[in-house]
């Protein structure tokens, strides 16, 4: 059973962070997706995703790529990056959805641990303005 919390990352709402503990199901995953989705929606401002899967795993590897896919394909037209905290198979599926698809995967970042990818938000964010 997995323990998964969505919450937005920093005062001002622009960064949502999901943390995945444990073993999760996809349809766990999408609806926390969805969740963290509407939240972005229904900002004026650009928002920025980070998603912890560092201690968390999927109970079916199989669709790994495909939903990765789905994931993006559906962000909202808000979002600004996707900063995934890796698991071995989630550095595994985001390093070959990159080169399948570098059009689709160019807003998303890896990152080894929480305050890594919120410095590399800051940075992009930085160099945007």
């Given at each position: 059973?997995?323990?998964i919390t969505i919450e937005w990352d920093d005062a001002?709402?622009?960064v949502v962070r999901m943390t995945f503990v444990g073993r999760f199901t996809w349809e766990e995953f999408?609806?926390?997706q969805k969740q963290g989705s509407d939240w972005i929606e229904g900002k004026p401002h650009r928002c920025d995703i980070i998603v912890d899967l560092s201690r968390g795993s999927s109970t079916n590897a199989g669709p790994a790529l495909t939903n990765a896919k789905k994931t993006l394909q559906n962000a909202p037209s808000?979002?600004?990056r996707f900063v995934v905290i890796t698991s071995p198979l989630a550095n595994i599926v985001l390093t070959a959805l990159k080169r399948l698809d570098p059009a689709l995967s160019a807003?998303?970042?890896m990152a080894s641990r929480l305050e890594q990818a919120r410095e590399l938000i800051a940075?992009?964010?930085?160099?945007?303005?």
């Open positions: 059973m997995a323990e001002e709402e622009t999408f609806a926390t808000n979002l600004g807003r998303v970042l940075k992009e964010r930085a160099s945007a303005s």
